[in-house]
């Protein structure tokens, strides 16, 4: 699918719809109290689902309503795109390896401080309903007071003296519902994905989110709703709500991946294609543009639930003083490249959606340009909510939100390795060269003129011209006429890591 670069704002605006094509001005007089904060994420959405970001086939009136109402910037970027150091990061303000969360299934530490925490007021209520994945997944903690899971598959990862015979609330509800466990008295994945939709996790979370807003009309609150779709098994109700021959694959599907390319990446893709996903053949052009579609439906069926939740908000009055922000812990790469999940530092995997509506700026809505990092998602939001992001790493993001100018600072993205199992699959590959690159760090430095730096000291390092070469078919690293600038952002990858104290090993000789 073609993505407009340049995000261009009237198309936009007529493809989202012409009744919020005038941008009406935000709410500018100072509101009655505290202002709200709706912070709604997913699981591994890339940013190229929804108009906004060029793609008008998807279903997603909500999601471009919403975009079109508020400030989105234009390329947003994930601090390790995998699902917990991420949302250690988009809790906290921390980089991965400053809260310990490096790698999946890591617990955050009790003394490291998330942003009920940080905000560390008491007139908010504070909850937060879906997938958490940063350890002890179905107990309340860490300052949110009411607490609604979603997850059942990582009872094993619960701390000491947890009891790991407590269920999530969806399997109490599965359970009201008539279902009968599939697997070892809990319910899979994949059984909850093949349910009615009224009976899928998305539902569930918007019923449980209305509620909230409900009983705490009256009350400043705090409210984060994870979403675990559209991340794998890649299978919803709406698997045929777009028709397969609808969906484009994408420009660099066919890239060869060359010997100059990272070659765990190039061991992930031979992984990928001889394993399957949801039961179709990555052979195929055709298994692909199925699991592609399917995966549309999910970001849909999350469209329908957010836009539940945002009508609720409207109805009982709240919109005008509740900030929403929306945004995902990491992309997939979806066929790019033919491959498929995370964990690579191509921009499919490492570039999320990123929405913030903030009535209370005195501020149009419109597409910010330049390139984001999440970790300033949590000053930002302590910034508009009145609290103090004294310590973290980032800054707020509020004064280009008034103003809109492009930031001057770069984008590091982090790798830290230690995700799955890979195969000598490759002619020429040996094990000793797989599990040298199997957990190799990798730092990535993304320049706000567009040059891509990825380097890594036990596998292939890696440099795009984003601007010439935006779905990064060619490796510029090791070509003579791009030693200088290999070594200037080589220089600012260790820049920032003295800064970070970040010690991991990335650097090669350039």
């Not at 001889?274 to 055709?286: K, M, N």
């Not at 812990?329 to 979806?334: A, C, I, K, P, Q």
Request: hydrophobic content about 35%; aromatic content about 8%.
């Amino acid at each position: 699918m073609a993505i407009d670069s340049k995000l261009n704002r009237r198309g936009f605006l007529k493809a989202a719809g012409a009744a919020v094509a005038a941008g009406p001005q935000i709410l500018t007089g100072k509101t009655a109290r505290k202002p709200n904060l709706l912070f709604i994420w997913t699981d591994e959405q890339r940013a190229d689902t929804m108009a906004v970001y060029g793609n008008t086939k998807i279903k997603t009136p909500n999601l471009n309503k919403l975009a079109a109402e508020s400030a989105v910037l234009e390329h947003a970027y994930v601090s390790q795109p995998v699902c917990t150091p991420s949302r250690s990061t988009a809790m906290t303000g921390l980089w991965p390896h400053q809260s310990g969360c490096t790698s999946n299934n890591t617990a955050l530490p009790a003394q490291t401080r998330c942003l009920p925490e940080l905000l560390d007021d008491p007139d908010y209520r504070t909850g937060y309903m879906g997938k958490w994945h940063l350890g002890d997944e179905v107990f309340a903690q860490h300052g949110f007071s009411e607490w609604v899971s979603i997850e059942d598959g990582y009872r094993d990862h619960f701390s000491s003296g947890r009891d790991r015979g407590e269920k999530s609330s969806y399997w109490h509800f599965l359970n009201e519902q008539g279902y009968k466990p599939n697997e070892e008295g809990y319910y899979s994945r994949s059984f909850a994905a093949h349910r009615p939709i009224e009976h899928c996790k998305p539902k569930f979370l918007e019923t449980k989110a209305t509620d909230f807003l409900q009983r705490h009309q009256r009350d400043p609150f705090l409210l984060s709703v994870n979403f675990l779709e559209p991340h794998m098994p890649y299978y919803g109700p709406l698997n045929d709500l777009h028709a397969t021959d609808a969906v484009d694959l994408p420009p660099n599907f066919d890239d060869p991946l060359e010997d100059n390319e990272p070659l765990r990446y190039r061991l992930l893709r031979q992984k990928y294609i001889e394993q399957g996903s949801t039961d179709q053949d990555l052979h195929t052009e055709a298994g692909w543009r199925r699991i592609m579609a399917n995966y549309w439906g999910l970001v849909a069926q999350v469209d329908r639930s957010v836009g539940a939740i945002l009508e609720e908000l409207e109805r009982l009055g709240l919109a005008e003083n509740t900030i929403v922000v929306y945004t995902s812990d990491h992309g997939d790469m979806m066929g790019s490249h033919r491959l498929l999940a995370k964990t690579v530092m191509y921009e499919e995997s490492v570039r999320v959606p990123w929405l913030m509506r903030v009535p209370q700026l005195q501020a149009k809505p419109a597409v910010l340009p330049g390139r984001y990092s999440h970790i300033d998602l949590v000053p930002t939001l302590l910034d508009l909510i009145g609290g103090k992001a004294e310590g973290l790493p980032g800054r707020s993001l509020v004064p280009a939100l008034r103003d809109g100018k492009r930031r001057q600072e770069d984008v590091f993205i982090q790798w830290n390795g230690a995700e799955g199992e890979l195969s000598a699959d490759l002619p020429g590959v040996t094990r000793q060269d797989v599990e040298r690159v199997k957990d190799a760090p990798i730092r990535t430095v993304i320049t706000q003129d567009g040059w891509k730096l990825c380097l890594c000291e036990r596998d292939k390092s890696q440099l795009f011209d984003l601007n010439k070469d935006p779905w990064e078919t060619r490796n510029l690293y090791g070509e003579e006429s791009h030693a200088d600038r290999v070594r200037d952002l080589s220089r600012r990858i260790r820049g920032w890591q003295e800064s970070v104290r970040d010690d991991a090993v990335a650097q090669t000789t350039a």
